[in-house]
């Protein structure tokens, strides 16, 4: 092992890319365009707000992550057909012993993209981007920062909670999109001219930065409600 037992092993997987998405009515209004962005910070706030949730005096490792080593799973190509042949859950265990090989934690917490429908409409949106839904009556511009929370037992990597991170906590997203609201996670609406003119541009604009705010908000709702039920397991097994 590299190093000796700690409580939580974190594992940062997204916020270094940012999409600049533009759909519409035919598909030959779709343009997407994913923009790097490691100078936002978001995976040192993730880690932040993880490190901040977790009491003192309960250990935590941040783990480092070679996304070109370990690229992330894309579960939106999971068809029904997929799942009834394949063992994903085995397959996501394997896939996190290979990410923190060479660590020895009672739980790993990951963050990742989480994917959201756009509406009514077969588009989807996922991680963090700015959407330009241009329409008959007009465009529409959505700022959103969807991120997913997993936390893995240490010992056979299975899952033992999961959540896409939100602001509104007491409303499960199916209720949300019952309820109106145009991607499950969080997300605002802008002015037409906040969308970039040029995608490369989005990396640049401080007002794009945001969804800084939106996933900030959003862990600190969250990840109480995941890490607490993690934190009395483990105060019962030391009884």
């Not at 343009?31 to 935590?60: E, Y």
């Not at 990597?157 to 906590?169: G, P, Y």
């Amino acid at each position: 092992m590299v190093g000796g037992p700690c409580d939580f092993g974190v594992v940062v997987t997204t916020g270094d890319e940012f999409t600049v998405l533009t759909t519409g009515l035919t598909v030959f209004q779709h343009k997407k365009t994913v923009v790097p962005i490691p100078g936002w910070g978001l995976n040192d706030l993730i880690f932040a707000r993880i490190r901040a949730t977790i009491p003192a005096g309960v250990s935590v490792l941040r783990i480092p992550y070679n996304p070109a080593k370990f690229p992330p799973r894309d579960e939106s190509k999971d068809t029904l057909k997929d799942r009834l042949f394949r063992d994903l859950n085995a397959e996501l265990a394997q896939y996190m012993r290979d990410v923190v090989k060479g660590t020895n934690c009672r739980h790993y917490i990951q963050i990742l993209n989480s994917i959201s429908p756009f509406g009514s409409s077969n588009y989807t949106v996922r991680g963090f981007g700015i959407l330009n839904h241009d329409v008959v009556l007009g465009r529409r511009i959505y700022l959103y920062a969807l991120a997913f929370v997993r936390i893995f037992d240490g010992r056979d990597f299975s899952v033992v909670r999961q959540s896409s991170a939100l602001i509104n906590t007491h409303h499960s997203l199916m209720v949300q999109r019952l309820l109106g609201v145009q991607i499950g996670g969080p997300y605002r609406e802008l002015p037409a001219e906040s969308f970039p003119t040029r995608p490369e541009d989005a990396a640049d604009n401080p007002a794009l930065r945001d969804v800084r705010a939106m996933l900030t908000e959003s862990l600190d709702k969250t990840l109480p409600l995941l890490i607490g039920v993690q934190r009395a397991a483990r105060n019962s097994d030391a009884r």
